[in-house]
């Protein structure tokens, strides 16, 4: 990851785009600080309501910090909050840093892609609770808007998409190692969705007809391809806009 920060801080140092020096306007800027102003509220609100809502909730307790759902808000919270300091500072906003923006952005349209169309279905009613939406709905929405408000101001290259595929390949790796070493992420399982319950009748590379339905691999190709297809579509709008 270092690395990566590295080679895209090198990419600032020897080309600045002209399109980076524009200034962006005050409504852009007022609704942008709106729009982050929301993200970061609706997340720490979702959190610190998911910690309290005890172990037995739906993804909530003290084990709620164990879940790509919770590091994806707080990392696209801080990446909100730190934008909004240095639109203030009225600086050029270096490309790596809207290379971060970008990638926080598709990491928590995965959190509400995942939620709304493979979790919900799957606990029913009690999925949506009020913690539930302000992580996985309006924490989504906002955050994507604001990066469309902003994101024509970057120079964020279409090779850039491979990097989607680190913050959600480093939680499989993290909960993988849960899953060996056995952590409770609810009571009872030691995986946090079940699309990565390494022992589950599909296994790795199995199928079957019944929850999961296919083996883990499966499921982390198909997410992985589909943050791919989100990036490069998210490009592809920033590129027709501008």
Same mark, same amino acid.
């Given at each position: ?5 590295? /080679? ?7 080309? %600045?785009? $002209?399109?980076?020096? %524009? ?8 609704? /942008? ?8 509220? =609706? !997340? ?6 998911? !910690? =309290? ?27 909100? !909050?730190? $934008? ?27 959190? $509400? ?15 949506? /609770? ?12 906002? =955050? ?55 022992? /589950? ?18 499921? %982390? $190709? ?9 990036? !490069? =579509?998210?490009?592809? %709008? ?5």
């Amino acid at each position: 990851m270092l690395y990566v920060i590295k /080679s895209l801080m090198k990419r600032d140092a020897t080309a %600045i785009t $002209g399109e980076n020096q %524009i200034k962006m306007s005050v409504k852009r800027k007022t609704t /942008s600080y709106i729009l982050k102003g929301i993200v970061v509220l =609706a !997340a720490v609100s979702g959190i610190w309501l998911s !910690a =309290a809502g005890g172990r037995n909730s739906f993804m909530g307790g003290s084990r709620v910090f164990m879940y790509f759902t919770i590091q994806s808000n707080l990392a696209i919270a801080l990446i909100c !909050a730190a $934008g909004g300091i240095l639109m203030l500072r009225s600086g050029r906003i270096k490309d790596w840093r809207f290379v971060v923006k970008f990638v926080g952005t598709v990491s928590i349209t995965l959190t $509400g892609a995942v939620f709304c169309f493979v979790l919900a279905p799957t606990f029913g009613p009690k999925a949506w /609770s009020l913690q539930n939406i302000l992580t996985h709905v309006i924490v989504p929405v906002a =955050a994507v808007a604001d990066f469309f408000v902003t994101g024509i101001y970057g120079n964020i290259r279409m090779r850039d998409i491979v990097f989607v595929t680190l913050p959600p390949l480093a939680y499989v790796i993290y909960a993988g190692i849960g899953y060996v070493c056995g952590w409770d992420f609810s009571k009872g399982a030691n995986y946090p969705y079940f699309f990565l319950n390494w022992g /589950s009748p599909a296994g790795a590379f199995g199928f079957t007809g019944e929850l999961p339905y296919m083996g883990c691999v499966w499921w %982390i $190709g198909l997410l992985l391809i589909g943050l791919l297809l989100v990036g !490069a =579509a998210y490009l592809l %709008i920033l590129k027709l806009w501008k």
